[in-house]
């Protein structure tokens, strides 16, 4: 990364960060994968239910592998004989880890959700929420983070898990009500209700998509 994107992202995450406050969560800065990973086991006390929604940017971190090798309850819904029954364990747990699809220079979450768990368990339940944000996620307002969720994310998500949905052909939403479609749930966060639930690591790196 050349040092002028370094410094604008710095910047930028400062930006971040105090928007974050202002809607009572919590925001940090790291410049590498290696140091979002040691801050999140920092943040994860070991003995802990953790559990997570999906998230490519979390596990490039290496987090679910160290969580999975480590002290911890690990609740895998990938490797559950009933998934339902993982799913429904994670609005209970301790740690909900998740990425975000886009978030906003002043702090807004968006994110979208075909089966809705992920964006539930965000909004309600497990006792925190860790996510791990990759600065490629930045958008400067709600509408362009929006348009990112369904231009960028979920086209990529749908072409991850090859769907029958046009965005995977076109790459871009043609805002279908395909039976497939990943897009049935909006959430946008503007404030946490609750202190001290929402942790966001801002990582000066393209994580996920
Ligand atoms: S609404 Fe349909 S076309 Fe648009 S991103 Fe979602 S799945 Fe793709």
Redesign the pocket.
């Known amino acids: 990364m050349d040092p002028n994107t370094v410094k604008r992202n710095d910047l930028l995450a400062q930006k971040v960060i105090k928007g974050l406050q202002s809607r009572n969560m919590t925001g940090y800065y790291v410049q590498t994968k290696e140091e979002a990973l040691k801050l999140a086991l920092s943040l994860i006390p070991e003995g802990s239910t953790v559990t997570m929604g999906g998230g490519m940017s979390v596990y490039e971190t290496g987090l679910v592998k160290a969580l999975k090798e480590g002290n911890y309850n690990y609740i895998d819904r990938e490797e559950a004989q009933d998934r339902r029954a993982a799913m429904l364990k994670a609005y209970d747990a301790d740690f909900f880890l998740a990425s975000t699809n886009a978030i906003t220079d002043d702090g807004v979450l968006v994110n979208?959700d075909g089966n809705a768990n992920r964006v539930s368990a965000i909004a309600y339940g497990p006792k925190k929420v860790l996510m791990i944000v990759g600065m490629n996620k930045v958008c400067p307002d709600v509408d362009t983070a929006m348009k990112r969720a369904?231009?960028v994310a979920?086209?990529i998500n749908?072409q991850r898990f090859s769907?029958n949905?046009?965005?995977?052909k076109t790459g871009a939403?043609?805002?279908?009500k395909?039976p497939?479609?990943?897009?049935c749930q909006f959430l946008v966060t503007r404030y946490s209700k609750h202190t001290d639930r929402i942790h966001v690591i801002l990582v000066n790196d393209n994580l996920g998509f």
């Open positions: 979208i369904r231009n979920a086209p749908n769907s949905n046009p965005c995977v939403c043609a805002n279908c395909s497939d479609t990943i897009c």
